[in-house]
């Protein structure tokens, strides 16, 4: 439903369940004659947070599809894919990210991922360097970084009441309202640019049986670490972006994390009059820093 013209449905097995994803095979993308040459493979990775899925990167992966293979998928305990009944963990989304890449790549691929999923691809590409070939990453953080600690915020706090936490996620996160007032507060820069498509395809996501579980492991900060204790190992050539009126995860710690590793963060570009998603929030933008990001990489 939310998905683009031409994109289609499939999935795997990993060892948490079934990871649903999406990819180019249908009208417009379908070559008159078969390429000679693979296409090289854009992975697409999505964020967490209450009704994430691959929805977020939708408005941006179709301008890559008459050149690259397209993979954009829902990552475990979100959107159409499994959603077992457990407290996830950081280990959880370390290990299906690889296994995915694993079951769909042939060769190393360019990885986009999104805010808390970027800082488990940096720490993927560190234990798996040969599964990459570079990152493009939008507002990369473990939430804890340089010592800090969202677990200990009032919010993480009051969600780690059992029976509460459901209370508070059926009432307060998975509905309309509550799905605007996050991506109002933690994703966009300007609320104009909700439009009511966005907030049913978070909403559709975050309604699905045990959606909470992914959900509130996230919101708890059970997911969280520092992630400047890992950046300076990673050696895949990267590109950070960072929407320049973040308030979830400002613009400084991200200078403050590629100046760790200038090494391997080769570009930081800051995207200008938008959130903790440019990619939902200009989407045409986004597309044009990341086709300079794909150039500069190269």
């Not at 854009?42 to 890559?64: D, I, T």
Request: aromatic share 12%; with cysteine; charged share 15%.
């Amino acid at each position: 439903m939310f998905q683009p013209p031409g994109f289609c449905q499939h999935s795997l097995l990993t060892q948490l369940g079934k990871i649903v994803y999406y990819t180019a095979e249908a009208s417009p993308w379908q070559a008159p004659e078969p390429a000679s040459n693979p296409l090289p493979t854009l992975v697409f990775l999505h964020g967490l947070g209450g009704g994430s899925s691959a929805y977020e990167w939708s408005k941006v992966y179709p301008a890559f599809a008459a050149n690259y293979r397209i993979l954009a998928p829902d990552l475990i305990g979100w959107g159409a894919s499994d959603r077992p009944e457990r407290n996830y963990q950081i280990d959880d989304y370390l290990s299906t990210i690889a296994e995915f890449l694993q079951q769909t790549c042939q060769a190393p691929a360019i990885v986009m991922a999104s805010s808390l999923t970027a800082a488990f691809t940096i720490r993927v590409a560190i234990a798996h360097p040969e599964l990459f070939q570079s990152l493009i990453l939008t507002s990369p953080t473990g939430l804890s970084d340089f010592g800090g600690d969202y677990r200990r915020s009032f919010f993480a706090q009051l969600v780690s009441t059992p029976i509460l936490d459901r209370l508070i996620y059926n009432t307060a996160v998975a509905t309309g309202s509550g799905i605007r007032s996050f991506l109002e507060q933690r994703q966009f820069a300007n609320a104009s640019r909700i439009y009511p498509e966005i907030v049913a395809a978070y909403l559709e996501s975050a309604t699905r049986p045990n959606a909470e579980y992914s959900a509130l492991s996230f919101v708890r900060g059970d997911l969280c670490f520092d992630l400047a204790t890992y950046i300076p190992q990673l050696t895949t050539p990267t590109a950070i972006l960072w929407g320049q009126q973040a308030q979830f995860t400002q613009i400084d710690i991200g200078r403050r994390l590629a100046d760790l590793n200038p090494k391997a963060v080769r570009i930081f570009q800051a995207i200008p009059d938008t959130g903790l998603t440019p990619q939902l929030e200009l989407p045409a933008v986004t597309i044009g820093v990341i086709r300079q990001c794909l150039s500069q990489l190269a």
